[in-house]
C-alpha cells in the first residue's frame, strides 16, 4: 500500500499559500462568514478540490467548503469526515502574514526578523525540544502565523489529493468540511449537515505531535448589565451610584488565586471577563465561564451572581440583569459512547510511527458542538504551537504526521468495515 511522502515540498507550499490569505474573524460581525476576506481562502480551497478531482467542491454562501472523496471500496462503510476551520483568531493581526522556513533546527532562540523582540526561546516553548533538525515555519514578528488552523487545512488538502491519487488504497466514502469563524464560536452555526451527510468525524486542529483529544471545556457565556443611578457629578452626593464603579467592585471580588485563567490549570475551571463597556448610567460586562463538568460549570455561575447580589447591597438604588447562555459541552459525553472513533485515531497515530497522547483539551474545537449534532468528532493533532500570538510555529515534520494520520483513520476505517 502507498504511504504519504511530503513530494517535492507539497505540503509546507501549501500552508504558506493558505498563511498568507488573510482570514481573520471578528465577532462584532452579525454576518456569515463574518468576515467576507474569509471567502478568499474557501475559493481557493474549492478550486484546489476540483482540480485533484472533487467535482462535487463548494462553498455556499455561508462560506462553508464542502467536498466528497467517493469510496473505492466493495464494504458499506459509515461516512467520515475530516474538518478544519478558515480563519484565524482576533486576538492578533493575521493581515500580511509572512512565513519563513528555519531549516533544520537545532535548539536556538529564534529571533522574528521583522520585530526582534519577538523571540521564540526553547526554553519557553518545551515542544521545541523534540524537533532537533526538523524545518519549523514561523512568522514574521509582527503578525500571528496562521497555522491555527491552516496546518490542518492543508493536512487534510495533502490526504485528499494523495487518496484521489492513489486508488489502490482502499477507503469508504470521505467528506470535507471547511468551517468559517470557528475561532469566535460560530464554526458551526450555519453548517448543513444534509449536504455534509456524515456519520461521525475528526477535527484536525491539535497541538503536539501524537495528540488526539476526546474531551474539552463545557462552556457557558455570561452576560452582566447594572444599571446605576446617574446625575451631574456636581451635585451628586447621596444620589449617584456608578454603574462603571459597581461593575469595578464585582471583578474585584471575584477570586484572584483561583477560578482564573491565571492561576488555573488542568481540569480546573474558571469565569473569565472577555470585555467592559459602559457608563455611570448602565456598564456591561462579558464572561465566559468553563469546566469540564457540567455541574461545575452550573456552580460557577451560581457564584458568579452570589458575587454580584453581595456587591449590590451596597448600592440599593440600582440594579442588575445577569444572563448566562450555554456555548457548547464536553464532547467526551458523547464520545464515550462510541469508542470505536476515538480507538482507530489512537491506531492511526501508532501507524505512522508516533507515540499517541490521548487528552483534555482546555478549550473546545468545532469538534465539540458538532459532536452534541449528532457527529462524534475527536481531535486530532495539526502539529500548530502558540497560537493566537506571534511567537506561534509549526513544524513540517509533525505536519506530515498528520498527514499519514488522516490516511491511516480512512484505511483503518475500511480495513475493519
Known amino acids: ?11 509546507e507550499q501549501r500552508f504558506i499559500k493558505y498563511a498568507k490569505i488573510y482570514t481573520q474573524s471578528d465577532p462584532n460581525s452579525p454576518t456569515c462568514p463574518s468576515t467576507l476576506k474569509q471567502k478568499n481562502l474557501a475559493a481557493v480551497l ?14 455556499d454562501d455561508n462560506g462553508y467548503v ?52 519577538i523571540v521564540i526561546k526553547l526554553a519557553e516553548h518545551q515542544d521545541l525540544k523534540q ?21 490542518g487545512l492543508a493536512e487534510i488538502m495533502e490526504a485528499a489529493a494523495f487518496l484521489m491519487k492513489n486508488k489502490e488504497v482502499k477507503h469508504g466514502t470521505i467528506k470535507l468540511l471547511f468551517t468559517p469563524d470557528e475561532e469566535i464560536g ?5 453548517v448543513d449537515l ?68 491565571e492561576a488555573t490549570h488542568q481540569k480546573e475551571g474558571f469565569i473569565h471577563p472577555v470585555s467592559i463597556n459602559g457608563q455611570v448610567e448602565e456598564a456591561e460586562a ?22 454580584v447580589k453581595k456587591v449590590m447591597t451596597n448600592y440599593p438604588k440600582s440594579s442588575y440583569k445577569l444572563n448566562i447562555k450555554p456555548q457548547y459541552r464536553n464532547m467526551k459525553q458523547v464520545l464515550d459512547q462510541h469508542p ?18 490521548q487528552q483534555s483539551i482546555r478549550g473546545g474545537t468545532d469538534g465539540s458542538r458538532l459532536s452534541y449534532m449528532g457527529l462524534p468528532c475527536p481531535n486530532i493533532f495539526a502539529g500548530e504551537h502558540a497560537f493566537h500570538s506571534k511567537q506561534e510555529w509549526v513544524s513540517v515534520q509533525d505536519m506530515e504526521k498528520a498527514v499519514q494520520t488522516i490516511v491511516n483513520i480512512a484505511c483503518i476505517w475500511e480495513e475493519k468495515g
Do not use: W
Open 1 to 11: 500500500m502507498s504511504t504519504y511522502t511530503n513530494f517535492n515540498k507539497s505540503l
Open 46 to 59: 474549492v478550486e484546489e478540490l476540483q482540480e485533484i478531482g472533487i467535482s462535487d467542491a463548494e462553498m
Open 66 to 117: 464542502y467536498g466528497t472523496i467517493p469510496s473505492n471500496t466493495d464494504k458499506q462503510l459509515p461516512v467520515i469526515f475530516f474538518c478544519s476551520h478558515m480563519d484565524t483568531s482576533p486576538d492578533c493581526s493575521g493581515e500580511n502574514v509572512k512565513p519563513i522556513i528555519h531549516e533544520k533546527y537545532q535548539g536556538q532562540d529564534l529571533v522574528l526578523p521583522d520585530d526582534n523582540h
Open 131 to 151: 524537533q532537533i533538525g526538523n524545518d519549523i515555519i514561523t512568522a514574521s514578528g509582527t503578525t500571528l502565523l496562521g497555522a491555527d488552523n491552516k496546518a
Open 186 to 190: 460560530r464554526g458551526v452555526d450555519k
Open 194 to 261: 444534509k449536504k455534509l451527510g456524515a456519520d461521525f468525524g475528526y477535527t484536525i486542529d491539535g497541538e503536539t505531535l501524537g495528540s488526539i483529544e476526546d474531551e474539552t471545556f463545557s462552556a457557558d457565556g455570561a452576560t452582566l448589565k447594572i444599571y446605576g443611578v446617574s446625575t451631574h457629578p456636581g451635585f451628586a452626593k447621596g444620589k449617584m451610584e456608578s454603574a462603571i464603579k459597581i461593575l469595578a467592585e464585582i471583578l474585584d471580588s471575584l477570586p484572584k488565586d483561583a477560578l482564573t485563567p
Open 286 to 307: 462579558h464572561f465566559i465561564i468553563r469546566d469540564f463538568t457540567d455541574e461545575n460549570l452550573v456552580s460557577h455561575g451560581r457564584f458568579l451572581e452570589e458575587t
Open 340 to 357: 470505536k472513533i476515538v480507538q482507530y485515531g489512537i491506531e492511526a497515530i501508532e501507524r505512522a510511527g508516533v507515540v499517541p497522547k
